[in-house]
Nanobody, 122 residues
Framework: QLQLVESGGALVQPGGSLRLSCAASGFPLDYYAIGWFRQGPQKEREGVSCIEGSDGSTYYTDSVKGRFTISRDKSKNTVYLQMNSLKPEDTDVYYC???????????????WGQGTQVTVSS
């Protein structure tokens, strides 16, 4: 059973930066696609970024390209989301999720973390 724990969410001013962490336990992340999603009140869940387990290919939704960077540290079994030039519209709860032996295009994520709040406000 894979367990995911997010951390790093905070209140930050517009233009600021945060780094979210998704720490996994129970199985190496090499076998999972890891996606970052976000969702706010009365909003649909949105896929933000993903990194594939097989070769580390990365993907981003258009609204965060050039600002966010996803990466992984195999030694720590952790995936990170570096968020720069944050905007108020980035405010949401951010979740990481894992899909077993699947590409980032999958709709079937097997495991989810509990979420971490990111608030961008002056």
């Amino acid at each position: 059973q894979l367990q995911l724990v997010e951390s790093g969410g905070a209140l930050v001013q517009p233009g600021g930066s945060l780094r979210l962490s998704c720490a996994a336990s129970g199985f190496p992340l090499d076998y999972y696609a890891i996606g970052w999603f976000r969702q706010g009140p009365q909003k649909e869940r949105e896929g933000v970024s993903c990194i594939e387990g097989s070769d580390g290919s990365t993907y981003y939704t258009d609204s965060v390209k050039g600002r966010f960077t996803i990466s992984r540290d195999k030694s720590k079994n952790t995936v990170y989301l570096q968020m720069n030039s944050l905007k108020p519209e980035d405010t949401d709860v951010y979740y990481c999720a894992a899909a077993w032996r699947a590409p980032c295009s999958t709709r079937n994520y097997d495991y989810w973390g509990q979420g971490t709040q990111v608030t961008v406000s002056s």
